[in-house]
């Protein structure tokens, strides 16, 4: 019977070890990052967002904002946005006609 027991404990240990690296994955995910228009403006949204900057296609820094919420007032024309969120930079194109 102790081995019966032991062995179930060594499984449900690897079970909560398993279920722990899940949950921590899905805290990290970048599924809450937005990217919205209004209007002219892009409007760039994270809880995790550390930064987020906004570069013409030709490679020219246009703008950079810190934090969480970041908005960029956007002419017509091809954009590439860099936002860090959770530590991994996502990349985005903007196109604006």
């Known amino acids: 019977m102790k081995k019966y027991w ?9 079970c909560c070890l398993m279920a722990g690296f899940t949950l921590a994955d899905a805290a990290k995910s970048n599924d809450n990052f937005t990217v919205r228009f209004r209007e002219n403006t892009l409007v760039v949204a994270s809880t995790g967002m550390e930064e987020a900057r906004i570069y013409s296609m030709q490679g020219k820094l246009l703008q950079k904002e810190q934090g969480r919420f970041a908005e960029f007032e956007l002419d017509r024309g091809t954009y590439r946005l860099y936002a860090k969120v ?10 604006l006609r």
């Open 86 to 95: 959770n530590g991994e930079t996502l990349t985005r194109r903007i196109e």
């Open 6 to 14: 032991k062995e179930v404990s060594y499984l449900m240990t690897i």
